[in-house]
């Protein structure tokens, strides 16, 4: 194992990434695996939402592994982790649950909106394990650092504090781990509506071929109705917050949004050259998955590598937590 401080972030495997995962966490992730020992879980425990649709799940667990080698996750650098093959996550799972009041959970802003997307449908035990499991997920490689989107802090927070109270009442085996977001917190779906999201159909996809991209700009929504020369909110057209995130040439970018501003600018320009910087963005990554996906063994080794080096460190980590907590009964009366 590496002297550098830990990373542990991941994502749920319910199909492949988006512009939103990309402003929100891999633009992070690419820059910090030179600085830190990064582990990059597919959470393929934790979407028993989709337990309808098993097949969707375990092909994204490929689609998740590609999208991270097309935006330049090295997996000689980095692990990419399948939680299912280190089963000490379950195991971690069950002991901290233990030690976790259901009121915890139950405040938890995050689980209170995911369990309301169910509507009427029956909510699995498992959703509410899926918590904890997260938790679990941080302490097990003893992280120092997880890099999260904004609706993702809660989940941190409870982890700090879990981490807190096993310290105190038994052991000091983990760290209290800090959150990062990153740059752009949460990207507004092309729909203007939340957030870009899968299950909202308003997502423009890493893997969408370039047509696609352009089919999805034009149908864009603009903000409020507006004349093109009137001038309007910047703040309110996702295509000029868009143009934030994704718009290299800085100087640009406050061209255009002085002039919405003052004498107005068209939503049909602004599209234009939306799509521009987009294809030119995605242009690189495209030509990585494309690889990659011509190269699926390579996809299964980074895989494979990723997974047996976290289940080493899983392995120490659970041989501390069961000292801690008097577990070693088979080494008593030797």
Request: charged share 25%; glycine share 4%.
């Given at each position: ?188 779906g092309i729909d203007g509506q939340a957030k870009m999201s899968k299950s909202r159909n308003n997502a423009i996809f890493l ?106 460190l899983a392995q120490e980590t659970m041989a501390m937590v069961r000292d801690a907590l008097d577990l070693n009964y088979l080494q008593k009366y030797c």
């Amino acid at each position: 194992m590496s002297d550098r401080k830990r990373i542990l972030t991941g994502v749920r495997p319910t199909g492949p990434l988006h512009l939103g995962h990309y402003a929100g966490a891999l633009e992070n992730w690419v820059r910090l695996q030179d600085a830190y020992e990064c582990y990059f879980l597919i959470a393929d425990y934790q979407v028993s939402d989709y337990a309808d649709d098993i097949a969707r799940v375990r092909e994204a667990v490929w689609e998740v592994a590609l999208d991270w080698l097309a935006v330049g996750l090295d997996p000689e650098r980095s692990s990419f982790v399948i939680e299912s093959l280190v089963p000490e996550h379950a195991e971690l799972t069950v002991w901290l649950s233990w030690f976790l009041p259901l009121g915890m959970l139950q405040r938890n802003p995050t689980l209170k909106s995911e369990m309301r997307d169910f509507g009427n449908r029956s909510v699995p035990v498992a959703f509410f394990n899926y918590p904890v499991m997260q938790v679990a997920n941080i302490l097990m490689p003893r992280a120092h650092l997880v890099p999260v989107g904004e609706d993702q802090l809660p989940h941190i927070e409870l982890t700090r504090e879990v981490a807190r109270r096993f310290n105190r009442d038994f052991a000091p085996v983990f760290p209290e781990p800090e959150a990062l977001v990153g740059r752009v917190p949460r990207l507004v779906g092309i729909d203007g509506q939340a957030k870009m999201s899968k299950s909202r159909n308003n997502a423009i996809f890493l893997k969408d071929d370039e047509a696609t991209v352009r089919q999805k700009i034009r149908a864009m929504y603009g903000g409020p109705p507006r004349a093109a020369n009137e001038p309007g909110d910047p703040d309110q057209n996702p295509i000029i917050l868009y143009h934030r995130a994704f718009n290299p040439n800085r100087e640009e970018v406050a061209d255009l949004e002085e002039r919405y501003r003052t004498v107005g600018v068209s939503n049909l320009a602004l599209k234009e050259r939306l799509t521009e910087v987009l294809i030119e963005f995605l242009q690189p990554i495209w030509e990585r998955r494309a690889y990659y996906a011509a190269r699926m063994h390579l996809v299964r080794d980074a895989l494979a590598a990723g997974s047996a080096r976290e289940r080493a460190l899983a392995q120490e980590t659970m041989a501390m937590v069961r000292d801690a907590l008097d577990l070693n009964y088979l080494q008593k009366y030797c």
